[in-house]
Nanobody
Framework: QVKVEESGGGSVQEGGSLRLSCTTSDSNYAMGWFRQAPGKKREAVACINWSGDVILYTDSVKGRFTISRDNTKNANYLQMNNLKVEDTAMYYC??????????????????????WGQGTQVTVSS
C-alpha cells in the first residue's frame, strides 16, 4: 500500500486553468489520474510511467492537459488548461504498476482503492 494525496482542485470558469498535485509515500510506481462525475462512469484521464517516457491521455483532454512527475519529490502533476464544463468531476490520483494503452483505464485503477487518493474536486462553470 502507498499513501497518495492530491491537492489543487477548485472552481474556475470555462477556459481557465488548474494544476493538480499528487504526492506519494513511494515514487516507484506508474502514476495516473482518473475522474468521476455524479452519474457518470469513472474515466482515466492521464498516466505516466516511472521514467516519464510513456504518457497517455484520454482523447477528450489531449492538447489541454499535461501530466508530469518529479521522482525526487515523490510527486506528479496534472496541468489542466482550457478547462471545459464537462471536465467538472472529482479527480483522483492513483499509483499503479503500469501505464499502457492496452489495459482498461490505462492500468491506472489496477491496484485498487488502497493506491488512490481521496480526491480533489474540480468545478468548471460557464
Amino acid at each position: 500500500q502507498v499513501k497518495v494525496e492530491e491537492s489543487g482542485g477548485g472552481s474556475v470558469q470555462e477556459g481557465g486553468s488548474l494544476r493538480l498535485s499528487c504526492t506519494t509515500s513511494d515514487s516507484n510506481y506508474a502514476m495516473g489520474w482518473f475522474r468521476q462525475a455524479p452519474g457518470k462512469k469513472r474515466e482515466a484521464v492521464a498516466c505516466i510511467n516511472w521514467s516519464g517516457d510513456v504518457i497517455l491521455y484520454t482523447d477528450s483532454v489531449k492538447g489541454r492537459f499535461t501530466i508530469s512527475r518529479d521522482n525526487t519529490k515523490n510527486a506528479n502533476y496534472l496541468q489542466m488548461n482550457n478547462l471545459k464544463v464537462e471536465d467538472t468531476a472529482m479527480y483522483y490520483c492513483a499509483a499503479s504498476g503500469t501505464c499502457s494503452p492496452s489495459i482498461p483505464y490505462f492500468g491506472v485503477l489496477a491496484f485498487g482503492s488502497n493506491y488512490w487518493g481521496q480526491g480533489t474536486q474540480v468545478t468548471v462553470s460557464s
